[in-house]
C-alpha cells in the first residue's frame, strides 16, 4: 500500500500561485496513475487534474485547464500540481491520490489532503 503526503497548501491572493506536493511511500510510485482533486466546504470532491505513470499524458479539469500543471518526478517518488493565475473559487482542501489505469484511473489511497484559500 502507498501512503500520500501533501504539502504546498497556504492562503494567497488572487492571481497569484501555488505549488502542491505529495509525496509517496510504499509501493512503486512508478506505476501509479496520479491525481489532484479538491473539495470545497459543502460540496462534493472533483478531480482537477491526473497524470499517468510515465508522465507523459496528463488530463485537467476544464475550470482549471491552462491554470494548473500537474507533473511528477518518479525519482523522489513526488507529484506535483502547480497552480497559477488563482482564483477565489479555487479555495478548497486539495487531496492527491494514487491509483491505476488510464484514463479512467481506479483511485485506491488518498492523502489526507491540504487546505488551499485564494482572497479576492
Known amino acids: 500500500q502507498v501512503q500520500l503526503v501533501e504539502s504546498g497548501g497556504g492562503s494567497v491572493q488572487a492571481g497569484g500561485s501555488l505549488r502542491l506536493s505529495c509525496a509517496a511511500s510504499?509501493?512503486?510510485?512508478?506505476?501509479?496513475?496520479m491525481g489532484w482533486f479538491r473539495q470545497a466546504p459543502g460540496k462534493e470532491r472533483d478531480f482537477v487534474a491526473r497524470i499517468a505513470r510515465t508522465g507523459d499524458r496528463t488530463i485537467y479539469a476544464g475550470s482549471v485547464k491552462g491554470r494548473f500543471t500537474i507533473s511528477r518526478d518518479n525519482a523522489k517518488n513526488t507529484v506535483y500540481l502547480q497552480m497559477d493565475s488563482l482564483k477565489p473559487e479555487d479555495t478548497a482542501v486539495y487531496y492527491c491520490?494514487?491509483?491505476?489505469?488510464?484514463?479512467?484511473?481506479?483511485?485506491?489511497?488518498w492523502g489526507q489532503g491540504t487546505q488551499v484559500t485564494v482572497s479576492s
Open positions: 491520490a494514487a491509483g491505476s489505469g488510464w484514463p479512467i484511473p481506479d483511485y485506491d489511497t
Open positions: 510504499g509501493r512503486s510510485f512508478s506505476m501509479q496513475t
